[in-house]
């Protein structure tokens, strides 16, 4: 089965500073996907970022990065710039199109930005 | 972009009854939906993955004859809470995607309260 950790309940980060989020999976799989979701207090699930892991290049959305080590089964998510409005819990998962398609969370990461 | 739909947005039930929870595609038809159940501070645990016009697969340790999950339409999947106790007050999230590749929607989840 996999399984997905996030190994920092909480951080914190000053506005405009850069934080970096920690995500470990265990798969025997080679044809997944991962992902970062950011969940605000309106627990609204959003999709921050999304990596194929076929791709070996790391996957950018504005002030998102990741930096995918698939032999190391490793998946951090690094903010730049931070905004207050990026206080959220951010949560990775792991999708196995092999087994429907579910998606896999891990415990999640609260983090608050602070002016 | 796409919209998964839920309804209610929160309820309050008394111990006993039962209690359904509607997750609708609104622009876009579901052939998949996913149930999750999300305790405070907490990551989404998945409970069942639901394919229209076939019966749910249950995640292990989840109870079929307690969360009882139709999927009738390509645009409606619901999730009933029957004999509700206290236990089962939770936040629940349903998400649905088109094809076996395609994005994952959310709904904006339920908070359900059993007194």
């Known amino acids: 089965a996999q399984t997905v950790t996030q190994s920092q309940p909480e951080m914190s980060v000053q506005e405009a500073e850069t934080v970096t989020l920690s995500c470990t999976y265990d798969?025997?799989?080679?044809?997944?996907?991962l992902f970062w979701y950011k969940q605000p207090p309106s627990r609204q699930m959003i999709l921050v970022i999304r990596?194929?892991?076929?791709?070996?290049q790391n996957a950018t959305e504005n002030r998102f990065s990741v930096n995918f080590q698939k032999a190391a089964k490793s998946f951090s998510l690094k903010i730049s710039d931070s905004q207050l409005g990026d206080t959220a819990m951010y949560f990775c998962?792991?999708?196995?199109?092999?087994?429907?398609?579910?998606?896999?969370f891990g415990q999640g990461t609260e983090l608050s930005v602070k002016p | 972009g796409a919209v998964v739909s839920q309804h209610p947005s929160w309820v309050i039930c008394k111990s006993g009854t039962s209690v359904k929870i509607e997750c609708r595609s609104l622009?876009?038809?579901?052939?998949?939906m996913f149930w999750y159940r999300q305790f405070p501070k907490q990551s989404l645990m998945l409970m069942a993955t639901?394919?229209?016009?076939?019966?749910?697969?249950?995640e292990q340790g989840v109870e079929k004859d307690k969360f009882l999950i139709n999927h009738a339409s390509l645009t409606l999947s619901t999730l009933t809470v029957t004999s509700a106790h206290p236990e089962d007050s939770s936040f629940y999230i349903c998400?649905?995607?088109?094809?076996?590749?395609?994005?994952?929607?959310f709904g904006n989840g339920t908070r359900l309260t059993v007194t």
């Open positions: 798969t025997s799989e080679n044809n997944y996907y």
């Open positions: 998962a792991f999708m196995n199109l092999g087994q429907g398609g579910k998606l896999i």
């Open positions: 622009d876009f038809q579901a052939t998949t």
């Open positions: 990596q194929e892991a076929y791709k070996q």
């Open positions: 998400s649905a995607r088109e094809r076996s590749n395609s994005p994952l929607h």
């Open positions: 639901s394919n229209e016009g076939s019966k749910a697969t249950y």
